[in-house]
């Protein structure tokens, strides 16, 4: 019964996880930049889930599209006036750029929201399902705010799935995805589906930080650890595709909440950075082993 | 290279500027010396597989953690003279790259940027969980140098890095005009021709990974029993990896000399903005990078053309036009 309640807590993880990655796997894919800024994105989306539900009381999963449409324009502008200057350039210098930029945006966070942890404590708790209250055989329990978070975040990776399948803008950053050269030839404007893109990507950041703050300390260096996990999740199912992103996230979660149990919660990230090592490897497209056009 | 009396006289009197500095300079210049010496070392070290070899190596901070944890840990364990244990922190650096070079090295572009990257991370949540042997978090305390003197103290770190940033451009040098040199630029022109062409490519990057372990592990251990103590966060600091990197851009990636006035110009900059806006110095840092890499993308040399470029910048800039002369990506 450990074990399956192991089990539940991970795919509970795991759906938020997808959420965290699938946005940086599109970018990755799309633009071909490795977006050290996208951990830094996560942060402000949950700093600003926080700041609506204490100042307006706004709670934080209603809030969600609020700061993933924030974001969106954040990412849209910082994709034109930088990223956009430096997208034919080899990675040294497109991952450098990111990463200087997530320098400024970590060090504006620690000076306006200070280094305190902060987490958004909902009121009324939101409790737990205790399944032997209906079934006295089952031994097992279900945070409610997780399976919540994991609920809404499955919806915004199901949103984007539909937006790239059913869409115009979609079927361009297919496009583009395939063969950018190919999608310029077809009339497709590269540089405006660059810019979407990217958006979408910061976009969905910021939902996932909303959703996960009533679930995780908030503090403005913790981008890292957010980052650390959509690699390893990018790595795990392959890039650029949001079926391979939900298969990484769901897997990830599983392996992070066994290794916690079999080697202790401090060793997660070893853990999941060991895999990614030997993922890269062995399996450079991921466990499911092809590359993924949506 | 070609030496034009312009430059003998100008490393004439640069040798000339390092030998009286001792005599002559504050502690506080020294430091700050010291500082450049260190950075000139990381910087070459990088430069061998980043710029040599073409690689997007973020592994320098895994290096450097692992000299300093390496050599700190004999110091403390042990009585061996200081030069013995920057050299184990060397050694260490080196067999690590040697146990993970085989495996990252077949990787290529992003993904290798990737794996190179998370290194320095395991390391330090590793160093962070093996609590007996490294301090964790608490970090590690270095027992300082008998009883002299501070000012005594300084210029042996001056001297010492000084060796450090001398060994390190000296062993680029010397791969860069060794057979060696001329596989690693076969491989950064086109790997798959040098493969044809009959060049080792794999054992050509390891020996130069190890070459860029060694050096950066050397200055990570004399950097540890320099500052006297090093935690996790610190020795393995991701910024250990990128800033090497934008001294070689500032200097000119792929060249002796690049890195080192890439290091110099860095350290003064950085100094600046230290001394001047201490709460927001990483902001500002990261305003210096982006701005580097999007007006300078050729280093210091390339200063015209990122005038020109930011002249464009006010006229609508696409860069992703088909008629650039963008060379194919392969996407990965």
């Not at chain 1, 996960?212 to 650890?225: C, D, E, N, Q, V």
């Not at chain 1, 992070?256 to 030997?278: C, K, M, N, Y």
């Not at chain 2, 002559?24 to 070899?53: D, H, K, P």
């Not at chain 2, 572009?109 to 969980?129: C, D, K, M, P």
Request: hydrophobic fraction near 55%; charged fraction near 10%; include cysteine.
């Amino acid at each position: 019964m450990l074990y399956v309640q192991i089990l539940i807590n991970g795919i509970l993880l795991g759906g938020l996880y997808a959420c965290i990655a699938v946005g940086f796997s599109l970018v990755w894919g799309v633009l071909n930049v490795i977006n050290i800024l996208h951990g830094s994105f996560i942060v402000l989306g949950a700093y600003l889930a926080f700041f609506a539900y204490t100042g307006l009381g706004i709670h934080p999963y209603l809030f969600a599209p609020f700061a993933a449409l924030v974001l969106f324009m954040l990412g849209y502008a910082v994709q034109l006036t930088v990223i956009n200057r430096v997208i034919e350039a080899p990675v040294l210098v497109t991952l450098t750029t990111t990463f200087g930029l997530a320098l400024l945006l970590d060090n504006l966070m620690l000076v306006v929201f200070a280094a305190n942890f902060r987490k958004v404590s909902l009121k009324p708790p939101l409790g737990v399902i205790d399944l032997s209250d209906t079934f006295p055989s089952i031994d097992l329990i279900v945070p409610v705010d997780r399976l919540a978070s994991m609920l809404f975040a499955l919806v915004f990776v199901a949103l984007l799935y539909w937006l790239l399948r059913h869409t115009v803008v979609g079927r361009a950053i297919v496009a583009v995805r395939m063969d950018r050269y190919a999608a310029t030839l077809m009339g497709v404007d590269t540089t405006k589906v660059f810019a979407v893109t990217f958006a979408l990507g910061a976009a969905l950041a910021g939902a996932a930080g909303a959703l996960l703050s009533p679930i995780f300390p908030i503090s403005p260096l913790a981008g890292t650890t957010y980052l650390g996990k959509a690699f390893v999740i990018c790595v795990l199912g392959g890039l650029g595709s949001v079926s391979g992103a939900l298969v990484g996230g769901l897997v990830l979660g599983v392996l992070e909440s066994f290794g916690a149990l079999f080697f202790g919660p401090e060793h997660s990230l070893t853990l999941s950075f060991t895999v990614l090592i030997l993922l890269l490897i062995f399996r450079p497209n991921g466990i499911m082993g092809k590359r993924g056009f949506v | 290279m070609k030496r034009s009396p312009i430059a003998i006289v100008g490393l004439g009197v640069l040798v000339l500027v390092v030998i009286i500095l001792p005599f002559t300079a504050t502690n506080y210049l020294l430091r700050l010396t010291t500082i450049a010496f260190m950075y000139i070392a990381l910087a070459s070290s990088w430069n061998i597989v980043g710029g040599f070899i073409g690689y997007p190596s973020f592994a320098t901070a895994a290096f450097f953690g692992i000299g300093a944890y390496a050599s700190g840990i004999l110091r403390g364990a042990s009585s061996l003279p200081l030069p013995a244990t920057w050299l184990f922190g060397a050694a260490a650096a080196t067999l690590f790259s040697l146990l993970v070079g085989p495996a990252i090295l077949r990787l290529r572009g992003h993904y290798f940027a990737v794996a190179s990257l998370v290194l320095a991370a395991v390391l330090r949540e590793i160093t962070n969980a093996a609590t007996t042997l490294t301090g964790g978090g608490m970090g590690l305390n270095l027992p300082a140098v008998g009883a002299i003197n501070v000012d005594v103290q300084t210029r042996l770190y001056y001297v010492s890095m000084l060796v450090a940033a001398a060994l390190t451009i000296g062993l680029a040098t010397l791969i860069w005009r060794s057979r060696l040199g001329w596989a690693m630029r076969c491989i950064e022109q086109n790997e798959d021709a040098a493969i044809v062409l009959g060049v080792n490519t794999l054992a050509t990057k390891i020996l130069g990974f190890a070459a860029s372990a060694a050096t950066a592990g050397l200055v990570g251990a004399i950097y540890a029993t320099w500052i006297g103590y090093i935690d996790p966060t610190d020795a393995f600091d991701d910024l250990l990896s990128v800033k090497p990197i934008i001294m070689a851009f500032i200097g000119g990636v792929g060249t002796i000399f690049g890195p080192v006035a890439g290091a110099i110009i860095f350290l003064v900059l950085e100094e600046f903005v230290w001394r001047n806006v201490l709460n927001f110095h990483a902001g500002i840092l990261g305003i210096i990078i982006v701005a580097l890499l999007v007006f300078m993308p050729g280093g210091i040399g390339s200063i015209g053309r990122g005038i020109e470029k930011l002249r464009a910048y006010g006229r609508a800039g696409r860069t992703s036009d088909i008629s650039g002369a963008a060379p194919p990506v392969v996407p990965s």
